[in-house]
């Protein structure tokens, strides 16, 4: 029979007790290990996504007003299936897009402008530095109109039904991290109600993740249609085209349907 036992003010305890508490420790330890790896492992990856904050370039192309603003730039050393315009998606600092006075009046034209990168998976954005867009020669307008003849031409992909989940394009692009799920649907909300593109991200089980700007069947911008989607997983139908290296969702945003997580 062990009579051993332990008084707390003792100097040491007793040698049997000592190696008991010393294995549960050590067991204890490596439980806590474990369960980090495994919590890690279980963890979806954030993914890169950059915002170069505080680094101000200078851009040119053409500015597009529609489906929502964006600059075409040209794209050097185009090879076969690419397009020869890259996209940026063009917004204000803050929580806000790029005015629509402004790009309408400037739409088709050759501009220049000052702003900061964004971007993430292929998708780029520039948050334009206030007053800094402005008309440019460095391109050729189209004879007697003062713009540029449309260099991207829209093809239809066809109708498709498509899931994913809605969210904030300047926030997922790296301006935040994630900046998606739950978490972020405050911010995001409030970005895409001040005029931040939304965007249907679509998460492949093999391959890159795929972006759809949201628009209605008519083209126009969804976004006070949709703020009660925003981070949610959502099943959307509707007409899929491509403009260069942007693809677009003609769809009615009353036809969004949530989806069971």
Request: with cysteine; hydrophobic share 40%.
């Amino acid at each position: 029979m062990n009579d051993e036992f332990y008084i707390g003010w003792e100097d040491k305890a007793p040698p049997c007790i000592g190696s008991r508490v010393r294995r549960a420790v050590v067991f204890l330890l490596t439980l806590a290990v474990v369960l980090g790896v495994l919590l890690a492992v279980g963890q979806r990856t954030i993914g890169v996504s950059v915002f170069e904050w505080g680094k101000v370039k200078g851009f040119s192309g053409i500015l597009k007003s529609q489906p929502y603003p964006h600059l075409l730039v040209a794209r050097p050393g185009v090879s076969d299936g690419q397009s020869a315009f890259s996209s940026y998606y063009l917004v204000k600092p803050f929580k806000f897009g790029l005015d629509s006075e402004t790009a309408d009046r400037l739409d088709g034209k050759a501009v220049s402008l000052k702003g900061t990168l964004i971007y993430r998976g292929g998708q780029t954005m520039i948050e334009v530095a206030d007053n800094s867009i402005r008309a440019s020669d460095s391109l050729a307008p189209t004879k007697g109109e003062g713009r540029v003849g449309l260099p991207v031409s829209s093809i239809s992909i066809g109708e498709q039904t498509l899931i994913g989940e809605l969210v904030d394009s300047k926030c997922y692009l790296g301006v935040m991290n994630p900046g998606a799920l739950t978490p972020h649907r405050a911010c995001a909300i409030r970005c895409i109600s001040g005029g931040i593109p939304p965007v249907l991200l679509v998460r492949q089980t093999n391959g890159p993740a795929l972006y759809f700007l949201l628009v209605s069947r008519d083209g126009k911008p969804v976004n006070q249609q949709v703020l009660n989607l925003v981070a949610e997983p959502v099943e959307i139908s509707g007409e899929v085209e491509r403009q260069g290296d942007l693809l677009i969702l003609r769809a009615d945003p009353t036809t969004y349907r949530r989806v069971a997580k």
